[in-house]
């Protein structure tokens, strides 16, 4: 996985990462090296030793990067301002396999955003996967869940992975199409 445009890193503290294709958790300890190959959305795919691993962007001082900005809503947001924030949000999601984000690749079927009792929101995400036997699926939601979450006046977010109808190349955007090389 390493390429030319890779960046070599040496991990500044333990971190949690997440082992691609799998998506089972370990712990890699403070001193190893090795390359950052995508840094997209504000997590990291880093190959170390043979091995590929996702490091998602609350984590980035451990690779001696500047966190993400924090997604801001102004004061008087309605439920608009909200869903665009939310979808801002998904956009920043990314398969550490497929540098290309689950909204351009039409992994997000629907997105639904509600009021609640105690005035703040409420978001519901139904999304799929390129395949049912995806080992990132578990990855992706909580990726998304992470990223959402940030929003200020959220209370509930949930992510649900959907196979009905099944995803087929044909629902990627043509920006998706064009970083894939099927445009």
Not at 153 to 163: H, P, R
Request: glycine letters at 8%; a negative charge.
């Amino acid at each position: 996985m390493y390429n030319l445009n890779s960046e070599p890193f040496k991990l500044e503290r333990d971190v949690e990462a997440i082992i691609v294709p799998s998506g089972q958790s370990m712990n890699l300890p403070a001193g190893t090296v090795g390359y950052i190959t995508q840094s997209l959305g504000g997590s990291y795919t880093v190959f170390i030793d043979g091995s590929m691993f996702m490091i998602l962007g609350h984590n980035a001082d451990a690779l001696g990067k500047e966190p993400s900005a924090l997604p801001e809503l102004k004061e008087n947001a309605n439920l608009n301002d909200v869903e665009e924030a939310v979808w801002k949000q998904l956009g920043n999601v990314y398969d550490p396999e497929i540098p290309v984000s689950i909204v351009e690749l039409g992994l997000v079927y629907e997105c639904k955003v509600s009021k609640n009792e105690s005035d703040n929101y409420d978001v519901n995400i139904t999304m799929t996967l390129t395949a049912p036997g995806c080992g990132m699926g578990d990855v992706l939601v909580t990726d998304a869940q992470t990223k959402i979450k940030l929003i200020p006046n959220l209370d509930k977010v949930a992510c649900e992975i959907v196979f009905d109808p099944p995803w087929t190349q044909d629902m990627m955007s043509d920006v998706a199409k064009l970083e894939t090389g099927m445009l």
